[in-house]
């Protein structure tokens, strides 16, 4: 491979040609060749791209491009180390700088940079508070300046970093140097306010590749003390590894790696290993020697194994933006991958907890910072005077310097700060609270999971449609969820919420249920639970609505008819499958697709599947599912669909024995089945 190094890079040469010569790809990932176009152009730009997109590529080759030297700042040691080694692998000129290293491999870094000997330098944030730094660097400006993990920046976001916060006052210091700000994790309200911290100038925004069309996403309740049980039925089976599973506390990394090694190679990740330690274990990792990692959220920024085939949560993460960062790390490689979330109401208090320490109440900070004047005070004597414990004192002390209402010196002599600390903590206090909640609503979800994904990162280039694979869109192949059928009660509620919505229109989910369970037939979770399977069914649509309401915004579930839920007058219960969320995990390995139904009838015996009726059942499947609006699955799944191809039904009585063929779907689709299975006979 040919490699371009020093300085002797021709700007008039095509990204493309560049792109062969100095990377050695043969070819743009989707996407990329327009940001690249972009930024070499000298437009600022913002690019939100999901993990293991490409994203490095949308700075390094335009800054080969433009020439001199291109500033990368980014808030990780190891995904900063780790882009660096691959950088001078393939022969170019790249140092860094950050606390890692000594003063000695700093200086000659910035000596370097002066001398134009570097086409990268990359640097951690905090370098721009060190006094001079900023002016030695703009002593020779770079030609780029690309900001990693730009979601940093923002308060809004879910990782923000008060060293990003002044990355703003910094930059035109190094301009007119054009500005990429890449993250694979921002909201529509965090891209706006990256645009607005970085100061971007015009920029083009790039913002999709959100969707994961290999990744099947489950959800499923389970209690605390039974799913490092379920880890280890699971990761039994080979095929569901490697594997990364995060857990929420050092202690259970560490216990679930011990449990999961007499399975296979297993080690624990997290921040209290010493560095050493972990640089083996994630290297062991890469190379296969160990299959899973169970590791908490400190691990994975920067890790690129592309045959990681499940990521498992062992608990409720705080965010979306966090979570879908996390289950990025599977399937990069194309092929068929798992997200498996375990969840209960027991994580919402585990959260609680932890927002209470994390953010005091706005009551708390005003007690400080009524104490703080022009006159500096220590920080022991500051304590002293409003008597609050050392911990709270300390996060909420922090959390007035973070949003401006107290200014801390380096020896923590304490000043007042800006009064409006107190409208931006409020936001963000109310923000992460928010963070929560949707994370909460997308574990409880009726809906596909990608779909809810894609829809709450805005991306716009996406068409919304279901993904197919996910828990919601495909029940029958979840490997821990289970369903059963209706009880009495839930089989009497079905046709009555399809009565209410046919004379009503479309209602919130919760005024359907006041009105539908006046005398306490279903309690609202179980009643939300019974929409649920009637919308994986095909029956309903539920959509996350929002309104406002004494400035709040307010989410609310809005519950409305698909054209298959308008036109079934009986909705017979038995196509409808409820969560079973009743039963613990078992010491037997959970079935793959197994639902705890009851054997009303007993399916055939399996046989050979014929191939040619499998395509034809498949292409009236989908004609139907056409002209009802509604994913193919609703009108039956992959499973029933092979047992009809394999057992050839022409009988009412036949079709009936297949599992998943209700009374209703026998006489509304049976005609077209015994049409194709006679003309395949």
């Not at 020779?140 to 300046?145: A, D, F, G, S, V």
């Not at 923000?160 to 930059?171: E, H, I, N, S, V």
């Not at 932890?354 to 007690?367: G, N, S, T």
């Not at 919760?510 to 037939?521: A, I, N, V, W, Y």
Request: glycine fraction near 8%; charged fraction near 25%.
């Amino acid at each position: 491979m040919s490699t371009i190094t020093g300085t002797d890079t021709d700007p008039q040469r095509s990204l493309e040609d560049l792109l062969h010569a100095a990377f050695g790809f043969p070819s743009f990932r989707p996407n990329q060749e327009a940001v690249c176009q972009a930024v070499a152009g000298a437009r600022d730009v913002l690019l939100i791209m999901p993990t293991g997109s490409g994203k490095s590529l949308c700075y390094q080759l335009p800054g080969i491009a433009r020439g001199g030297t291109t500033l990368v700042i980014s808030p990780l040691i190891a995904l900063m180390e780790d882009q660096v080694a691959k950088l001078k692998a393939l022969g170019f000129a790249v140092e860094r700088i950050h606390c890692g290293r000594g003063r000695q491999a700093s200086r000659q870094a910035c000596f370097d940079y002066l001398e134009g000997r570097l086409q990268f330098l990359y640097i951690s944030p905090e370098r721009l508070r060190v006094a001079g730094f900023p002016e030695m660097l703009a002593k020779r400006k770079p030609t780029l300046i690309a900001v990693d993990e730009a979601h940093c920046i923002s308060q809004w976001g879910h990782d923000f970093r008060p060293d990003y916060r002044m990355l703003g006052q910094r930059l035109p210091l190094l301009r007119p140097a054009p500005v990429i700000a890449l993250t694979a994790t921002a909201t529509p309200r965090v891209q706006r306010d990256i645009i607005e911290q970085l100061g971007l100038q015009h920029p083009a925004s790039f913002i999709h590749g959100f969707r994961r069309a290999n990744l099947a996403i489950e959800v499923v309740e389970v209690p605390p003390a039974e799913r490092s049980l379920l880890v280890c039925e699971l990761l039994r089976d080979a095929a569901c590894r490697p594997a990364i599973v995060y857990a929420p506390t050092r202690k259970q990394t560490e216990a679930l790696a011990v449990e999961l090694s007499a399975l296979c190679p297993s080690a624990a990740y997290h921040a209290g290993l010493d560095a050493a330690h972990r640089a083996r274990v994630q290297q062991d990792f890469l190379e296969g020697k160990v299959e899973v990692m169970t590791a908490t959220i400190a691990f994975g920024m920067g890790i690129d194994k592309p045959n990681v085939r499940t990521v498992m949560h062992t608990a409720l993460p705080g965010s979306l933006e966090g979570y879908y960062q996390e289950v990025g790390r599977a399937g990069r490689d194309g092929l068929p991958s798992r997200a498996l979330l375990m969840q209960s109401y027991a994580d919402r208090r585990t959260h609680d907890f932890f927002f209470e320490r994390d953010y005091p109440e706005v009551a708390i900070l005003d007690k400080i910072f009524e104490h703080l004047t022009a006159k500096p005070i220590s920080k022991a004597e500051l304590q002293e005077r409003v008597t609050l414990t050392a911990d709270l004192f300390d996060k909420a002390l922090e959390k007035l310097w973070t949003h401006g209402g107290a200014l801390l010196d380096y020896d923590e002599t304490i000043t007042r700060g800006d009064r409006r600390w107190r409208e931006l903590y409020t936001a963000q206090f109310e923000h992460k609270a928010a963070q929560l909640e949707t994370m909460i609503r997308f574990a409880r979800g009726a809906d596909c999971r990608m779909t809810a994904l894609v829809r709450h990162f805005g991306d716009r280039t996406d068409r919304q449609s279901p993904c197919g694979i996910c828990d919601f869109c495909e029940p029958a192949e979840c490997v821990a969820q289970k369903f059963r059928a209706p009880n009495t009660r839930e089989s009497a509620m079905i046709p009555r919420v399809l009565k209410a919505l046919r004379a009503g229109g479309p209602k919130s989910s919760g005024k359907l249920h006041s009105e539908l369970c006046r005398t306490g037939e279903l309690s609202r979770n179980e009643f939300e639970e019974v929409l649920g399977a009637m919308a994986r069914s095909g029956l309903l649509q539920l959509v996350e609505s929002v309104f406002e309401a004494e400035g709040r915004s307010i989410p609310y579930k809005s519950v409305r008819l698909t054209r298959a839920g308008s036109s079934n007058e009986g909705a017979a219960a038995l196509e409808v499958l409820i969560k079973d969320t009743g039963e613990p995990v078992s010491g037997k390995r959970r079935a793959k697709g197994k639902k705890s139904v009851p054997p009303k009838e007993q399916a055939p015996p399996p046989a050979d599947v014929d191939p040619a009726l499998e395509q034809a059942l498949r292409a009236w499947r989908l004609a139907e599912a056409k002209k009802l609006a509604v994913p193919a699955f609703a009108i039956f799944g992959d499973k029933t669909l092979r047992a009809i191809a394999a057992h050839r039904p022409v009988l009412n009585d036949e079709l009936r024995a297949i599992h998943g063929m209700g009374l209703s779907k026998v006489d509304k689709y049976g005609p077209d089945i015994y049409r194709i299975v006679r003309s395949h006979s």
